[in-house]
């Protein structure tokens, strides 16, 4: 595919909207994030990239079809999914410990106080304070932290916790885009979250 420069996108004239938001602000907005979700499900940050270049030309040959059904990010990241589908070697499958977490346990266990408790659904145990930044050294190590941590995560775990957490989509709008029902997206943002933290405590703790 012959790649459209991505200066031509953030360039673009203010009459190219997209639900009335100027094209070059959604891409100001939206591309690392969606370049991010792409490598999810792609072998190579260069065909995350590309992937989402496609996008960007379906965004411009189909704004005008956007009708509002879902809000502008729901769509571009609907239409991510597809691109990067298409480049990837196969599908990708969801498995069964990745929504259910059958046969890894639950990432939270003796975490939170279980039902019944009179704190139930709040921390037992509560984050270590470590995690909380005293000066910019401090604070941009975690961010290579959460990077890495986020790495480490199965990639619908990840996908659900770019969309959720960073993007801040509803819960309504991930499982759409991830073709989840809302048991599946709540079980498996609960796991995501789960495992990133402990991940998290992993790296920062050696």
């Known amino acids: 595919m012959r790649l459209?420069?991505?200066a031509s996108f953030e360039g673009a004239e203010p009459r190219h909207l997209?639900?009335?938001?100027?094209?070059?602000?959604?891409?100001?907005?939206?591309?690392?994030?969606?370049?991010n979700f792409a490598r999810t499900m792609v072998n190579s940050p260069a065909v995350a990239e590309e992937a989402v270049q496609e996008a960007w030309v379906q965004?411009?040959?189909?704004?005008?079809?956007f009708e509002g059904r879902s809000s502008v990010a729901t769509w571009l990241f609907g239409i991510v999914k597809n691109t990067a589908s298409r480049h990837r070697s196969r599908e990708s499958?969801?498995?069964?410990?990745?929504?259910?977490?059958?046969?890894?346990?639950?990432?939270?266990?003796?975490?939170?106080?279980?039902?019944?408790?009179?704190?139930?659904?709040?921390?037992?145990?509560?984050?270590?304070?470590?995690?909380?930044?005293?000066?910019?050294?401090?604070?941009?190590?975690?961010?290579?932290?959460?990077?890495?941590?986020?790495?480490?995560?199965?990639?619908?775990?990840r996908q659900l916790i770019i969309l959720r957490d960073l993007i801040g989509m509803s819960s309504d709008e991930a499982s759409e885009?991830?073709?989840?029902?809302?048991?599946?997206?709540?079980?498996?943002?609960?796991?995501?979250?789960?495992?990133?933290?402990?991940?998290l405590e992993r790296r920062y703790q050696r």
């Not at 069964?96 to 266990?109: F, I, K, N, R, Y």
């Not at 885009?177 to 991940?199: K, V």
């Open 4 to 6: 459209t420069p991505l």
């Open 18 to 35: 997209v639900g009335g938001v100027p094209l070059a602000a959604l891409v100001r907005d939206h591309q690392r994030p969606m370049v």
């Open 59 to 65: 965004v411009l040959k189909s704004s005008a079809a």
């Open 93 to 157: 499958r969801i498995r069964e410990h990745e929504v259910l977490g059958t046969s890894e346990g639950d990432p939270l266990a003796g975490r939170m106080h279980p039902p019944g408790h009179p704190d139930a659904g709040h921390w037992s145990v509560p984050p270590s304070r470590r995690f909380l930044p005293e000066d910019h050294t401090v604070a941009n190590e975690l961010v290579g932290y959460v990077r890495a941590a986020l790495d480490a995560l199965p990639a619908r775990q």
């Open 177 to 199: 885009i991830l073709e989840l029902s809302p048991d599946a997206q709540r079980a498996l943002l609960y796991r995501a979250r789960g495992n990133l933290r402990n991940q």
